[in-house]
Nanobody, 128 residues
Framework: QVQLVESGGGLVQAGETLRLSCAVS????????MAWFRQAPGKERDFVAA????????YYADSVKGRFTISRDSAKNTVYLQMNSLKPEDTAVYCC?????????????????????WGQGTQVTVSS
C-alpha cells in the first residue's frame, strides 16, 4: 500500500512562510500526479495545488496563485508546498494526495475524488 506522510505544518503569523513536505512510500511509480488540498474546520475540502506526472505541469487555486509553489523531488519521492505570504484564511489541515496514471487523458487534478491515496494531514495555523 502507498503511504503519504505530510510534515512541516505549524503556527505562524500572517505574512510568514511555511514549507510542507509529503513523503511517499510503498509501491509507487514515477507516473503519478500529486496535489495538496486543505480543509478548515466546518468547511469543505478545497483544492490548493497539483503537479502532473507528464511534464510536471502545475496547477493552483486562484486563492494561492502567486504565493504558493508546488514542487517535487523524484529522487526523494517527496512533494513540497512552499507557502509564502500566508494569510489567516490559509488556516486549515493540509493533505497531500496521489493519483497513479491510468488514462493520461483522464485528468482532473483539482477534484479530490480523482486521487487514489491521501496523507493524514498537517495543521497550518496563521494568526493575524
Amino acid at each position: 500500500q502507498v503511504q503519504l506522510v505530510e510534515s512541516g505544518g505549524g503556527l505562524v503569523q500572517a505574512g510568514e512562510t511555511l514549507r510542507l513536505s509529503c513523503a511517499v512510500s510503498g509501491r509507487t511509480s514515477s507516473m503519478h500526479s500529486m496535489a495538496w488540498f486543505r480543509q478548515a474546520p466546518g468547511k469543505e475540502r478545497d483544492f490548493v495545488a497539483a503537479i502532473s506526472w507528464s511534464v510536471g505541469s502545475t496547477y493552483y487555486a486562484d486563492s494561492v496563485k502567486g504565493r504558493f509553489t508546488i514542487s517535487r523531488d523524484s529522487a526523494k519521492n517527496t512533494v513540497y508546498l512552499q507557502m509564502n505570504s500566508l494569510k489567516p484564511e490559509d488556516t486549515a489541515v493540509y493533505c497531500c494526495a496521489l493519483r497513479f496514471v491510468r488514462d493520461p487523458l483522464d485528468f482532473h487534478p483539482t477534484n479530490d475524488r480523482w486521487y487514489d491515496y491521501w496523507g493524514q494531514g498537517t495543521q497550518v495555523t496563521v494568526s493575524s
